[in-house]
């Protein structure tokens, strides 16, 4: 929805302009909610069933029955249904396990949570779940990009039946979410939860969750009771499993209330039970484990509900509660051993959805809003810091962390801070390859600053959205957005941010049009230098670098690239600093100098790797694959190439990946093996052609044109030499003058 058109016409059919900021205030909930659906969190592993799971032992062994017979004909696919706190995720996790175990399923597991009905988010987008399955499954993350929701849809179901594939598709909404995420092949098996009946669903099987037995749930309770009062008291024993709706979330709940009251009987749980009005709460259980707590608990418990992602470890409890991690970390597992929290791995915490319903009931009579609000923006806060000062190390974290830092953008009364979150999340997310989720962070950003009117905000978004563009190949997309951003800066006054927007022209020309890409450099290089800008400085310098080495004036490149290195490593940034030393080893490379090339592209891909850049390592190992071919070592350079090229397509570098495949090339051509060397060939030239490449175009079609003359095949050879000659004498590239020459050798000199 393009939001602005809607206010244009409902401007042109009168509405005044009350109702116009009332409908702008609308748009923008409906656009940050479906921006919201496409956050989702996949895992390529089903979550471990509570070491307290019991019973259940009829419907396990009918779910395994319908699987084993459905795998004979299809796809296996298990609807379990029933009521919230019913223990339905926890029934398919354990039957997840007993499939596991009986070789019914193939080693692929894939899980995720719809979020069908969260009381705060809306349903996972069924697109998000595809694109994360795609991803876990080894699919390129520029392939995914590139394709259409049908067509990732189809991929998925190919790779799933290739697999044989075993997936959990956790509080799923409706049948119109799941219809795209269910496996057709043979051999797959998917187990489905809900709280509704999926009618419309066509499924193998249906296990309609009931309540568990009354000896069920004593047999639950009994893990709790080591002293036998259960036992001794069977009346008092049913009527408190009674009073527990027989509900395996609430009697996890009383089981903890009797560890933690060892010197009351069961009469006095039930007496207490039977005191509190099942009106105020979710669940009588809920509310005794909550009074049972000391108040710093309580506290935790209530702010926790206020986190905007759905999983949550000590550092981010104790943000929101001003505690040290030490005494959050004794809370939460306080909390998880009153049955108020799930833990899903060591220090990973998440709100059973009833629960977490509970706890912002309670918050919201007990908290000011004031308290909450701060306890949000301390959280927002800390997580923008430990961007800012360890994110390029944190890999680990920000891959745990990235839907959750996401959910973070959108808090409602928090756009300062959200705003300033985005500039480091986006960075990161950038750097480690993760362009859909960096997309998501700025058109965010971007409606916080339609909702607040702050055009810097938008100007931020905007320039975001333009390198996540060029980064994917989009240069066109790239280059008008970068226009758009060019003129807020200016009208802004804002003259870093102008030069940054001309850096950003000048990346997307320079694929095409060096003298333009090369006049926006400078013109970027004297703004940031005359304020003083070194990392903006940098950049342009080494912009100026890589244009004067593609046309062959590698005394200048060097001198560019010496600067970039220097100003960086005196500010401390590795990043910079890596790029720098690359484009020092493209130049030792160029001029014969093959050690020294070797020596600087190792220093590159040390720094990339520390800082994880993935799309910079990717470029070190060109480069060393480039300078081992140079020395003769074909087989090394080969396998580095191919390095490359896994690390591009996993990151969605379609840039990357065609330099690398055109490297590939390079190397067959060396072994004499000429056929090899078109197929790398052809795929690179079909990217740098999406991406208007020209410099790379050129260089493939020369290439081809000199495999089909050793072909004998006089008219392609032609064609693709003057081809390549009009693209490199358009560039300015030195390999025009090699062009003309084999062009005059092959007797073609009358068609330069």
Not at 267 to 274: A, K, Q, W
Not at 710 to 739: F, I, N, T, V, Y
Request: hydrophobic share 45%; aromatic share 4%; net charge neutral.
């Amino acid at each position: 929805m393009n939001s602005n058109t809607v206010l244009d016409i409902a401007r042109a059919l009168g509405l005044d302009t009350a109702g116009l900021r009332s409908l702008a205030q609308a748009c923008h909930r409906v656009l940050e909610r479906a921006n919201r659906s496409l956050i989702v969190t996949t895992r390529a592993a089903i979550p471990e069933p509570t070491a307290t799971f019991t019973g259940r032992r009829a419907d396990r062994d009918r779910i395994a029955a319908h699987v084993q017979a459905a795998r004979r004909v299809g796809a296996a696919v298990v609807v379990i249904e029933g009521m919230a706190g019913i223990g339905k995720s926890e029934l398919a996790f354990r039957a997840a396990r007993d499939l596991t175990d009986a070789g019914l399923v193939g080693a692929v597991h894939l899980f995720a949570d719809l979020r069908g009905f969260d009381p705060l988010e809306p349903p996972a987008a069924p697109d998000a779940v595809v694109r994360g399955f795609l991803a876990h499954l080894g699919t390129p993350g520029r392939r995914i990009d590139a394709l259409s929701p049908a067509a990732r849809v189809t991929l998925l179901h190919r790779e799933l039946a290739a697999r044989q594939t075993l997936l959990v598709l956790d509080n799923a909404a409706d049948a119109t979410q799941l219809e795209p995420l269910l496996p057709r092949g043979s051999d797959c098996v998917a187990l489905v939860t809900s709280r509704r009946r999926l009618i419309d669903l066509d499924a193998t099987a249906r296990i309609p969750l009931g309540t568990v037995t009354v000896t069920e749930a004593l047999d639950l309770l009994r893990r709790h009771d080591q002293s036998g009062r259960l036992d001794a008291a069977p009346g008092d024993a049913t009527a408190l499993v009674e009073l527990c709706r027989r509900l395996p979330l609430e009697l996890a709940a009383a089981g903890r209330q009797l560890e933690s009251k060892p010197d009351w009987q069961i009469g006095d749980h039930v007496e207490r039970l039977r005191r509190i009005p099942a009106h105020e709460h979710s669940g009588p259980a809920l509310a005794l484990s909550y009074d049972n707590l000391p108040e710093p608990a309580q506290r935790l418990f209530r702010l926790l509900a206020l986190h905007p992602g759905r999983r949550f470890t000590a550092d981010a409890a104790a943000v929101l509660t001003d505690d040290t991690a030490v005494e959050a970390a004794t809370m939460l597992t306080r909390l998880y051993n009153e049955s108020l929290l799930l833990r899903r791995a060591d220090d990973i915490y998440e709100f059973h959805d009833s629960v977490r319903a509970f706890a912002m009931d309670r918050g919201d009579r007990e908290d000011p809003a004031s308290a909450q609000h701060t306890a949000v923006a301390n959280l927002l806060r800390h997580y923008r810091h430990r961007l800012e000062t360890s994110g390029d190390a944190d890999t680990d974290w920000i891959n745990a962390e990235r839907a959750t830092l996401l959910a973070c953008m959108h808090v409602t009364a928090h756009d300062a801070d959200a705003a300033a979150l985005a500039a480091p999340l986006n960075r990161a997310l950038r750097l480690l390859g993760h362009y859909d989720a960096a997309r998501l962070c700025n058109r965010q950003l971007l409606r916080i600053a339609h909702r607040a009117d702050e055009r810097s905000w938008e100007a931020s978004a905007r320039m975001g959205i333009a390198e996540i563009d060029r980064l994917t190949g989009r240069f066109r997309a790239a280059t008008d957005g970068f226009d758009h951003v060019l003129r807020l800066r200016r009208q802004l006054g804002d003259r870093v941010g102008e030069a940054d927007a001309l850096r950003g022209l000048a990346q997307a020309a320079s694929n095409d049009d060096y003298p333009v890409a090369r006049e926006r450099y400078r013109a970027a290089l004297a703004i940031h230098q005359r304020f003083g800008n070194p990392v903006g400085e940098a950049e342009a310098l080494w912009g100026l670098a890589e244009i004067a080495m593609s046309v062959g004036d590698l005394d200048t490149a060097a001198a560019h690239a010496e600067k970039v290195a220097s100003i960086c490593a005196s500010i401390g940034n590795r990043v910079g600093e890596a790029y720098g030393l690359r484009a020092l080893g493209d130049v030792a490379a160029q001029r014969g100098e093959i050690d020294v090339a070797t020596r600087r592209y190792r220093q590159s891909l040390h720094l990339c790797r520390q800082v994880g850049n993935p799309r910079g390592s990717a470029c070190a190992l060109r480069g060393l694959a480039n300078a081992a071919l140079r020395g003769g070592d074909i087989v090394r350079s080969e396998r580095l190439y191919r390095q490359a090229l896994e690390s591009c397509r996993r990151i969605g570098d379609i840039s990357g990946e065609a330099d690398a495949r055109r490297g590939l090339a390079e190397t067959a051509l060396a072994r004499g093996a000429f056929s090899a060397a078109a197929a790398e060939f052809a795929p690179a030239l079909a990217i740098y052609r999406e991406t208007a490449d020209r410099v790379g175009e050129a260089h493939c079609l020369a290439s081809l044109g000199h495999i089909a003359w050793r072909a004998q095949r006089r008219a392609p050879a032609r064609r693709q030499w003057l081809q390549a000659l009009q693209l490199a004498e358009r560039g300015g590239l030195p390999l025009a003058s090699d062009l003309r020459d084999a062009l005059a050798s092959a007797g073609f000199a009358d068609s330069v």
